[in-house]
């Protein structure tokens, strides 16, 4: 294992040894290709470029106390992607090829894997791009699927400890028939804007509503939302938002601590009756909110400034079973490293 201080790592991109590579060419994926170049060679006019012809996936692989490496839920993320690819017109990647890619490169990487003590994980990103030249505004007939992978820290300051957000109104990533429930590069650029205005005013993260009312909640830059009331954990219901695995997990894992789960709509105004509120995220995994403005009306929704209990047992549970220390009756976890 390569000597770092892996307790002190953020968020952030790290080279590391090797990415795989897979090119689809004459209708059909190749062989997957071992690199160690964090270079492409593309077309100037490839539509990735162009016209946002792009979808990413993000998963972990986690080095657990019984000295295994396990990944988690990797077929949800190979269907997100296949749902993806549908939505904007690039060829699917099946789960098969998605799963032995994200295999081989976390064994290819292994060296990279932060000890299970820093509580920091080895971030997998895979990535698939239009690389054929078009000038007009048509898909590519040929793609690169490529995944990479890089050691990571909290993506929130602080790791599991309460953040402010703020509600922006004059922004939306996301169009409720538009591309919101795709992982597409697109949705991240029309969120950069409103991201660094909430930075700007001392805020971990912007709070997006929904774009047609402005009514209910959408998610939190790139996480979804749940509140907690009543022995209920309710999360958002919306086209526009990205259908999370790490929220499908807790929604599961909720229910199985005994609690009511509700998916449904939430106007704003429920914000109040919340006694806990959280992000949740592969990235974000969860993070509790400290409290969100509606700096519009005036108006703060307040979760107190520490981790609610039940926020609390929800994330226990979730990286007990990512860890390995907690049964894994759902059979989320994969073992890459035995
Ligand atoms: N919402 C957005 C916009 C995201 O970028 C992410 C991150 O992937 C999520 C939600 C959380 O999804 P997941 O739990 O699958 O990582
Ligand atoms: C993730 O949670 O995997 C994300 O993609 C969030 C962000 C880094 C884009």
């Known amino acids: ?38 270079y492409l060679n593309l077309h100037m006019a490839a539509t990735c470029l162009h016209y946002g012809q792009e979808a990413f996936e993000g998963l972990k692989a986690y080095r657990c106390p019984d000295g295994k490496v396990r990944v988690f839920r990797v077929d949800e993320n190979a269907k997100r992607l296949q749902s993806t690819c549908r939505g904007i017109l690039m060829p699917e990647v099946s789960t098969e090829l998605f799963t032995e890619m994200v295999k081989k490169v976390v064994r290819l990487n292994q060296e990279w894997i932060p000890t299970y003590e820093s509580g920091a994980t080895l971030y997998i990103r895979p990535l698939l791009i239009g690389t054929s030249a078009q000038v ?7 793609y690169c699927f490529l995944i990479f992978v890089t050691p990571v820290g ?6 599991f400890s309460s953040n402010p957000y703020v509600i922006v109104r004059d922004y939306d ?5 538009g ?30 509503l929904d774009a047609k009312e402005k009514k209910y909640i959408d998610e939190c830059g790139a996480a979804n939302f749940f509140g907690i009331k009543n022995n209920t954990y309710i999360t958002p219901e919306s086209t526009s938002i990205l259908p999370s695995i790490t929220n499908k ?23 109040e009756t ?10 974000a995994v969860i993070s509790p909110i400290s409290y969100i403005d509606d700096l519009d009306t005036g108006k703060r929704y307040s979760f107190g ?12 549970t979730l990286r007990g079973i990512q860890y390995g220390e907690l049964e894994d009756k759902h059979g989320w976890t994969t073992v890459v490293i035995d």
């Open 305 to 316: 400034d520490k981790p609610g209990p039940q926020s609390k047992k929800l994330f226990d």
């Open 179 to 208: 591309t919101g429930k795709y992982k597409v590069g697109g949705n991240y650029a029309a969120s950069l804007f409103a991201n660094n205005l909430a930075h700007e005013k001392g805020y971990a993260c912007e709070f997006y």
């Open 136 to 142: 007009g505004v048509h898909p590519s007939k040929e």
């Open 274 to 283: 919340f006694e806990e509120a959280g992000a949740c995220g592969t990235a």
């Open 1 to 38: 294992m390569k000597n770092l201080d892996w307790g002190s790592l953020s968020f952030g991109y790290m080279k590391t040894d090797y990415n795989v590579r897979c090119y689809y060419r004459d209708g059909k994926w190749g062989e997957i290709e071992v690199c160690s170049d964090e």
């Open 173 to 177: 990533r996301s169009a409720p028939l």
């Open 154 to 159: 909290p993506y929130f300051k602080g790791g």
């Open 249 to 271: 997990s807790l929604m599961q894992v909720a229910e199985d601590l005994g609690m009511k789960v509700e998916r449904r709509p939430i106007p704003e105004e429920e914000l």
